[in-house]
């Protein structure tokens, strides 16, 4: 297996920056006596973002028992408020569907 000088550049520029913005927001956050109101807007939306950005893709690639399994777990975290219920319900989902799909 040979390696490829380009490939190992642009690996390491993304890790810099990857690394740089990361710092640099922690930096800004830190020497801001006040957070902005918008800014705080902006950074409670990161997490709903972000978990958009995972089940978004299985939803809409997966068959009928991804779709299932997820509008499950929607249900129940819309429902209860605690989190060992919507991974109980997500592993029944899951028995569930290897018990049909088999």
Same mark, same amino acid.
């Given at each position: 297996m040979? /390696?490829?000088?380009h490939?190992?550049?642009? &690996? ?5 920056a990857t690394?740089?913005t990361? /710092?640099?927001?922690y930096i %800004? &956050?830190?020497?801001m006596?006040? /957070?902005p109101?918008?800014?705080?807007a902006?950074?409670?939306?990161v997490?709903a973002?972000v978990?958009?950005t995972?089940?978004a893709?299985? $939803? $809409?690639?997966g068959?009928?028992?991804?779709? %299932? ?8 975290g819309l429902?209860?408020?605690?989190t060992?219920?919507?991974?109980a319900?997500?592993a029944?989902?899951m028995?569930?569907r290897?018990? /049909?799909a088999?």
């Open positions: 040979t /390696i490829d000088s490939m190992l550049l642009v &690996i390491l520029a993304a890790a810099v690394y740089a990361r /710092i640099g927001g %800004l &956050i830190t020497t006596k006040r /957070i109101p918008r800014m705080e902006a950074l409670a939306a997490p973002a978990l958009t995972l089940v893709p299985a $939803f $809409f690639t068959g009928w028992d991804t779709k %299932l399994a997820l509008v499950v777990a929607l249900v129940v429902r209860v408020s605690h060992w219920m919507l991974v319900a997500w029944v989902v028995a569930w290897h018990t /049909i088999g």
